[in-house]
């Protein structure tokens, strides 16, 4: 990063690698802040912004189980 900021931020749906979490917080650079796919819909939910929590309840039946009664 150049210029006069003092922290950056990135932001992915993915994930990061070992190496770009290093480079982030690497000595003498500036700090940047990573933000994953998984820390996005937590905060998202977090602040109910554009979402929705639906919980469901998946329920299978063992029909080999049945059978054997």
Request: hydrophobic fraction near 40%; proline fraction near 1%.
């Amino acid at each position: 990063m150049m210029g006069r900021a003092d922290k950056g931020l990135v932001i992915t749906t993915g994930t990061f690698s070992r190496e770009a979490r290093k480079e982030a917080q690497r000595d003498g650079a500036t700090p940047i802040d990573l933000i994953d796919g998984n820390d996005l819909a937590e905060r998202l939910k977090e602040l109910s912004l554009g979402i929705d929590v639906e919980m469901v309840e998946k329920v299978h039946v063992d029909g080999e189980w049945f059978k054997r009664i």
